[in-house]
């Protein structure tokens, strides 16, 4: 069974702080991906990766930046935090052939940034 | 471009009762569509996938969807809805060719009452 791990289910920091999230998976999947879920506006693409270091920018990309060193790992990275960046975070991955394989997702992790 | 629709944010039904969640797409090229599951702190997970197969989709847990190109539908139901059936509900599509596009909707919140 493919296992997508985020390293925290809970951080809270500070306005301006650099902040990493990390996502790792187990089935050694081309794409990776990082979505912000907040209340009634579903889930937003921030950015994905479909290989070692490539990435594409998402929905709503600006304020975060990604890093993907290595193929099971896929960092996100908050240049400097703000409120507005307050939310849930998703991590998800999936294979290759990405228009009919689902997304498998991590637990997620509730920032809050104060 | 392709948009997900999902009516009604929040649905109650009894223990035993129909389960009807409503999910509207707009597509100019036949799409996959995809129904997410998500329990209280923890990431989505696949209910059920349609990829053109067939038109009435089974998934887990006893629910199933029928695509309806007629209406740009994608319905989930279950017969029976159990207590542990309450969570969040997301239909997503995405595009079967071009640029990578998994678009979830804002997702329907199921609270199912003794």
């Known amino acids: 069974d493919v296992k997508v791990t985020q390293s925290s289910r809970y951080l809270v920091k500070r306005t301006g702080e650099k902040v990493f999230l990390e996502c790792v998976q187990d089935?050694?999947?081309?794409?990776m991906f990082w979505y912000r879920q907040d209340p009634g506006l579903g889930l937003r693409l921030i950015y994905f990766s479909y290989d070692v270091k490539m990435k594409e920018k998402g929905d709503i990309p600006e304020g975060y930046s990604v890093s993907r060193e290595k193929k099971e790992r896929f960092s996100l990275i908050l240049e400097s935090a703000s409120t507005n960046q307050t939310s849930m975070y998703l991590c998800?991955?999936?294979?290759?052939?990405?228009?009919?394989?689902?997304?498998?997702f991590g637990n997620g992790t509730r920032l809050t940034v104060t | 471009a392709q948009s997900v629709t999902q009516l009604g944010s929040h649905v109650s039904v009894s223990e035993g009762a129909l389960v009807l969640l409503r999910c509207n797409y707009s597509s100019s090229v036949p799409p996959y569509l995809f129904w997410y599951v998500q329990y209280p702190n923890q990431g989505l997970q696949l209910l059920l996938k349609y990829t053109s197969a067939a038109t009435l989709v089974k998934g887990i847990n006893g629910f199933e969807a029928e695509f309806k190109k007629s209406e740009t539908s994608f319905h989930l139901t279950k017969p029976s809805a159990h207590m542990s059936d309450a969570a969040e509900y997301f239909c997503a599509v995405t595009r079967t060719s071009g640029t990578y596009k998994y678009i979830f909707g804002t997702g329907t919140r199921l609270k199912v009452l003794a």
């Open positions: 089935m050694d999947h081309e794409n």
């Open positions: 998800a991955s999936t294979t290759g052939d990405f228009y009919n394989s689902p997304l498998h």
